[in-house]
């Protein structure tokens, strides 16, 4: 009897052994006509055999989103299906039917559980400057995705500047496996945006680094359409021990209270221009560069005339002898010897006899910032908190720099949660370590109960200072981090949509505000939503605490988010529901993983002290040892939590046949639905009690009658 899967494998090898045969494309409805004319048994076999209400072409419709996905199939909008090269090679490489359908859904599934790495490999091409391309390998290692698995997706899929990820020659990747057409196709995009060289291969000098694509992503300056605020107080790096043999700080900079940029073949320019003119003008006097130095070129001067202000702070470093000081003027062109200083600006520097040390006194992730050699002027305003409080003045912004400190565990949280105060401190330590942690294990273990304990704990007992949230197939990145809402407007009476903070938003902005208190964000089930989509680019910060990445939804400073070091993020998993096993080793390497089971020694004697402390028999937790030892699952065992009710021991004697019943049991048939269990006479309590010796309270009530 042919299943959905093997239906489904029919229909989809044979759409593409028929595009395959017409390079032109086809459309889809002409497609399933001759899918069908194939197999004319299709149709009839999936109504008899498979319960689906979607129908043989729907469902075909549907998986053949995953060969677009990765980079088998193209789709054009208007109907018309192509088989694209890695698609051609996908059934000369697989030409059995099964392992063809094998491999493209393996790859699908890879794909769609680092969709985040795909995400950030299509905003890496977005960020690029023009007439710049990328190695095929580099940007692979950079999102840490096979390069064949990327390039197929990329080349498939043509997203912005899809066409400049070529090999280390210049030349259009092997991955992509490109038919005549499609090479004639990338190769005149290459040529219309000026990247190919006289032997029709990338121009070397156009090539991205591998050390640059991070300072791609992490480029927060903004467009000439975006605004700043102005109210901000930011803060650069401008460098000039160096400036064509002569080291204007020791002989101009700090003598004359000034900084400067090497402008000699700019014309000159009024303070405030435009970013588009400064590059037109760059364009025209340093047209001997490449684009990628032109770019940045462009970015500085336009930061120095137009970004800079009266009042930021600017920093500059004679060797590893730093010095601070304020900006006391607006940028001003004049001549200079060299031409190695036209563009200006007064500085009242502050330390000129006393520079403060590079490694000792400035945060380290504002010299991590500092450590790229290339550029003259960078941007520090996410320090500029830590460097105001250098200048001796008390910090408007927020502080980088400031540490927390994790308590230990303590009787009190042991006591609360029945959990033993070694076990409670291991979770304190990896938390020290990395402030990631979830905790995973069956139904009823108590996994939510001890993450909000230890948040209290944590937090020295604010609950200002922690959030809950549950996470759900529907929970997206707007829910989570921030994301445009509906807002009525009251002056006008209409509704228009406003950049709103979600939880994560909220809490991280309070913890970089008090950098000395902790703040704890809860995930409940953290594996029934999408991480890729609800965390983004966030998701890079988990293990980078120290690096800032430039958000979805730009905010309105301009500057890029950072994750403070104290907020600590605890989460549940439950391993019923879904196994461990498909978080992705991405994922898994960001977060610490606790198991809680209960037939383990630390788990397994909560319940027993629980009813130690409250008087009652330990017949319960003698019968929850022996039920989940019949179980024998890990994954399925129950927990004590079910049966951690004062109600049940109280005021009914029937309250834990009523939960054993209408609780424990409905989970164990459903575990065994199908295999001919009988769940009642296996994990009953009648049997349970039977096998331990142990008589029902009522029973005892009758016979001491």
């Known amino acids: 009897m042919p299943t959905r899967k093997e239906l489904s494998r029919q229909s989809l090898y044979t759409g593409a052994t028929i595009l395959a045969r017409h390079p032109k494309g086809m459309h889809i409805k002409k497609l399933w006509y001759e899918v069908t004319r194939d197999l004319p048994s299709l149709t009839e076999e999936w109504a008899i055999h498979v319960n689906d209400k979607l129908g043989p072409e729907r469902h075909f419709r549907w998986r053949s989103a995953e ?13 018309i299906w192509y088989l694209t090269g890695p698609g051609y090679w996908s059934l000369t490489a697989y030409p059995e039917m099964g392992e063809w359908f094998d491999r493209g859904t393996k790859r699908y599934a890879f794909l769609y559980r680092r969709s985040a790495q795909v995400e950030q490999a299509t905003k890496v091409l977005a960020l690029m400057p023009e007439a710049a391309w990328v190695k095929d390998d580099d940007l692979a290692e950079a999102v840490e995705l096979p390069t064949d698995f990327i390039v197929q997706h990329l080349y498939g899929t043509r997203p912005e500047g899809w066409y400049r990820v070529l090999d280390g020659t210049g030349a259009p990747s092997r991955h992509a496996h490109l038919t005549n057409e499609e090479r004639a196709q990338l190769e005149g995009l290459l040529e219309q945006e000026g990247i190919l060289g006289p032997d029709g291969r990338g121009l070397p000098a156009n090539r991205i680094t591998s050390d640059d694509l991070t300072d791609y992503l992490a480029d927060a300056v903004p467009t000439d359409d975006e605004e700043e605020d102005d109210s901000q107080r930011r803060a650069w790096l401008v460098r000039g021990s160096n400036v064509h043999g002569e080291n204007l700080v020791r002989s101009f900079w700090l003598p004359s209270g000034m900084c400067s940029l090497d402008a000699a073949r700019l014309p000159e320019m009024e303070p405030g221009a435009p970013r588009g003119a400064v590059g037109a003008a760059v364009a025209a006097g ?27 702070i600017v920093l500059t470093n004679d060797g590893t002898s730093v010095y601070i000081g304020v900006v006391d003027g607006p940028a001003a062109f004049t001549a200079s010897s060299g031409g190695r200083a036209n563009m200006q600006r007064r500085v009242r520097w502050h330390n000129p006899a ?6 000792d006194d400035l945060p380290p992730e504002a010299a991590n910032r500092l450590a790229n050699p290339d550029a003259a002027l960078i941007d520090l305003t996410e320090f500029a908190g830590d460097l105001e409080r250098l200048l001796g003045d008390e910090p408007e912004q927020p502080v980088t ?19 033993e105060v070694d076990w409670l401190q291991e979770c304190v330590e990896l938390l020290r370590d990395r402030p990631q942690l979830i905790f995973h294990g069956p139904p009823g273990t108590g996994k939510t109960y001890v993450a909000q304990a230890l948040a ?42 406003e950049l709103t903070p979600g939880p994560l938003r909220k809490l991280a902005d309070a913890a970089r505000k008090r950098l000395d208190e902790r703040f704890v964000l809860i995930i409940d089930e953290i594996n029934r939503g999408n991480l890729a ?26 500057i890029s988010f950072t994750l403070p070091k104290n907020l600590v993020l605890l989460a549940t998993m439950n391993t019923a529901d879904r196994s461990i096993a498909l978080m992705d080793a991405a994922m898994r390497r960001r977060f610490w993983f ?4 209960p037939s383990a020694s630390v788990d397994g004697s909560v319940l027993q002290r629980w009813l130690e402390n409250g008087g009652f028999p330990d017949d319960a937790a003698r019968l929850l040892t022996e039920l989940n030892t019949r179980i024998g699952d890990p994954e399925f065992e129950i927990g004590h939590s079910y049966l951690m009710r004062e109600a049940l021991y109280e005021k009914d004697a029937k309250g834990l046949e009523r939960v054993w019943q209408h609780q424990i049991l409905p989970l164990l048939e459903e575990h065994h639905y199908g295999d001919g269990t009988d769940a009642a006479e296996r994990y009953g309590l009648a049997s349970l009690r039977a096998h331990l010796g142990l008589v029902a309270p009522s029973e005892a009530d009758e016979a001491a009658q």
Do not use: C
């Open 67 to 79: 060969l677009v996905k990765i980079g088998w199939l193209r789709k054009d909008g208007n109907g």
């Open 594 to 597: 606790v198991a809680l089971r």
């Open 286 to 312: 340093y047209d001997h560069l490449g684009p990628l130095e032109r770019g940045r070129i462009t970015r500085e001067f336009h930061a120095f005339l137009s970004r800079m202000r009266v009042g930021d």
């Open 456 to 497: 209290d704990h944590l937090t020295g007992g604010k609950p200002e200072n922690v959030q809950l949230v549950q996470f759900h197939p529907a929970y997206s990145y707007e829910d989570f981090f921030e994301g445009f809402r509906p807002r009525r407007s009251d002056a006008t009476g209409g509704v228009g949509f």
């Open 533 to 558: 989509k609800i965390f983004g680019e966030l998701y890079f910060l988990l293990e980078y605490r120290d690096r800032s990445v430039e958000l979805l939804y730009r905010s309105e400073s301009g």
């Open 354 to 359: 006393a520079p403060l040390d590079y490694v």
């Open 401 to 419: 720099a400031r540490s927390f400190e994790l308590p230990d565990a303590d009787a009190r949280l042991a006591d609360k949660v029945h959990f």
